[in-house]
């Protein structure tokens, strides 16, 4: 019997078991995701929507991220750590140990030809995020990592780990000396495919067919109710379309998966016009106008989509979508109101005889974008704070949500590529 108290986030009990919560992980690995894309334009969550679009993409695609590259590392990094557990590195040890041997795994990769995808392959020791921690939720999420503990809390315990396993009965052990038993110190899944010999060297992204099985299969038994369920097990050569919602699939999904899509689509859609509204009003501030013209085109494109169907938007409602997702998932009242009053503005703007191109010349729309700005942002917003607008280089979250979409078929594909191969 053994306990951990490494956080206020851990969970100590006296059963012989490790019980931790993933929801302080899952915050750390959000707001780490928010630096890598500091410098990726159309990407910012400049309005403060991030929480409903993570809310989404967990849905739709649990356990992927934007930093994903290749679904082999749900395999690399458990090999990695299944090493250390055989070698029993210890916790002291661990971090530095764990490091070396993920750079040799790149070094690897690139020997391979493996170039994309590769963490570090730019970077080098100069790396700041290594795959470990880019994929420790996901393992977590799919089933392959069985303690539910941070990636610091689970190095920092595995000096109790090794007591734990060495003072209990002795179980059948496989070739790498792990238990073939289930049991309460099982860190890893017992069906994950054992590590090619040797390892790192010689290492690929291409699954092989049990490989490519063993991913399907976590992710059908811990994500059924998912797009990403969908996807696994289709031709890899299908044409993707440029959002979830263009896929073939998404007209084959389960009823809840597509009511999920439905939405995702509409929230998208309808909250790409207030991002575009508010990149033009920074042109307009900036006083450029080629920056003004190209917005100005911009929303016209987009006005079109919504009024080849201005019921859908009219119609759609945050609360359906809450509704329908987890009930953990927060969303903090300040941010459903400006949802709702962008929402109100577009359907008043398509029932009216005002063109919808001309919304962002609505004084009270230039507000609540502005307010909202001022809000999230303090001394740094842009349409309020002169030194703030001169910094803005003519794109700040322009883009259009997709959901983690361009990570999501790359996983995907090489899953199904995977599955294409002869048994």
């Avoid at 400049?46 to 993570?54: H, K, M, P, S, Y």
């Avoid at 309460?184 to 490989?211: I, K």
């Avoid at 976590?218 to 369920?229: D, G, K, M």
């Amino acid at each position: 019997m053994w306990s951990v108290n490494a956080s206020t986030a851990d969970v100590v009990t006296p059963e012989s078991r490790i019980a931790w919560m993933d929801y302080s992980e899952a915050q750390r690995r959000r707001m780490r995701e928010a630096i890598d894309l500091l410098s990726e334009k159309g990407i910012l969550d400049e309005l403060g929507v991030g929480t409903i679009r993570d809310a989404i993409s967990d849905a739709l695609f649990p356990g992927t991220s934007t930093i994903q590259t290749r679904a082999r590392y749900f395999l690399l990094i458990p090999w990695i750590y299944k090493e250390a557990e055989r070698l029993k590195v210890s916790s002291a040890r661990i971090g530095a140990w764990r490091k070396r041997r993920e750079f040799e795994l790149t070094t690897a990769l690139l020997q391979s030809g493996a170039v994309d995808g590769a963490f570090g392959r730019q970077a080098g020791k100069d790396l700041r995020r290594l795959a470990s921690e880019v994929y420790w939720l996901g393992l977590g999420v799919w089933g392959i990592r069985r303690l539910g503990a941070s990636q610091q809390q689970y190095e920092r315990s595995l000096d109790a780990l090794y007591i734990q396993r060495d003072g209990a009965r002795r179980p059948l052990r496989d070739d790498d000396g792990q238990p073939l038993e289930d049991g309460p110190s099982s860190t890893w899944h017992l069906s994950l495919p054992r590590a090619p010999r040797p390892f790192p060297e010689g290492a690929t992204f291409d699954l092989g067919r049990d490989e490519a099985d063993y991913l399907r299969d976590r992710i059908r038994a811990n994500a059924p109710a998912s797009f990403l369920n969908v996807l696994v097990g289709r031709g890899p050569d299908e044409p993707p379309g440029k959002f979830a919602w263009e896929h073939p699939a998404a007209k084959e999904a389960p009823t809840r998966v597509r009511r999920m899509l439905d939405h995702a689509q509409t929230f998208s859609e309808l909250m790409h016009g207030a991002s575009l509204t508010y990149n033009l009003m920074l042109a307009r501030a900036q006083r450029n106008d080629e920056l003004t013209a190209l917005y100005s085109g911009r929303i016209t494109t987009w006005a079109a989509v919504i009024e080849r169907d201005p019921e859908r938007f009219s119609g759609w409602r945050l609360s359906d979508l809450l509704a329908e997702l987890p009930p953990r998932t927060t969303v903090r009242d300040r941010t459903r109101l400006f949802v709702s009053e962008w929402q109100s503005f577009v359907a008043a703007a398509t029932t009216s005889n005002e063109p919808l191109p001309s919304l962002p010349d609505d004084p009270r729309v230039q507000r609540l974008i502005r307010e909202r700005e001022s809000r999230l942002k303090g001394p740094e917003a842009r349409l309020t704070h002169p030194r703030a607008l001169e910094r803005w280089r003519g794109a700040a979250g322009a883009g259009q949500l997709s959901f983690r979409w361009s990570n999501v078929l790359v996983i995907t594909r090489d899953i199904n590529l995977g599955l294409a191969q002869d048994a």
